[in-house]
C-alpha cells in the first residue's frame, strides 16, 4: 500500500518560514514526480509546485516562485517545501502527491497525502 504522509504544517506570521515534508512509506519515492498542491477554503486545489524523479526538474506557480523551494531526498523517502515570506493568502491545506507521468502542477496525480493545515496570521 503506497502512503505519503504530510507534517511541519502550522501556525506561522506573515513574512515567517515553514518547512513541509512529504514522507512515503510502501514504495520507493525516486521513481516518482512529487507535486505540492493547497486548496483554501472556498478555492479550488491549486498545484503550486512538483519536482522530477530525479529532482533535476522543478516547476513552481507563479504565486510562489521566489518565496518557495521543493527539494527531495530520496535516500530519505522524502521530499520537502521550504516556504519563505510567507503570506495570509498562503493559508491553507497542502497535499503532497506521487505519480509517475508528467512533470506538471496539474492536479492529475496518483497517490496522494492527507495534508497538513499551513496558516499564516498575526
Known amino acids: 500500500q503506497l502512503h505519503l504522509v504530510e507534517s511541519g504544517g502550522g501556525l506561522v506570521q506573515p513574512g515567517g518560514s515553514l518547512r513541509l515534508s512529504c514522507a512515503a512509506s510502501g514504495f520507493t519515492l525516486g521513481v516518482y514526480v512529487i507535486g505540492w498542491f493547497r486548496q483554501a477554503p472556498g478555492k479550488e486545489r491549486e498545484g503550486i509546485s512538483c519536482t522530477s524523479s530525479s529532482g533535476g526538474s522543478t516547476i513552481y506557480a507563479e504565486s510562489v516562485k521566489g518565496r518557495f523551494t521543493i527539494s527531495r531526498d530520496n535516500a530519505k523517502n522524502t521530499v520537502y517545501l521550504q516556504m519563505n515570506s510567507l503570506k495570509p493568502e498562503d493559508t491553507a491545506v497542502y497535499y503532497c502527491?506521487?505519480?509517475?507521468?508528467?512533470?506538471?502542477?496539474?492536479?492529475?496525480?496518483?497517490?496522494w497525502g492527507q495534508g497538513t493545515q499551513v496558516t499564516v496570521s498575526s
Open positions: 502527491a506521487a505519480d509517475q507521468g508528467a512533470v506538471t502542477i496539474a492536479t492529475m496525480y496518483d497517490y
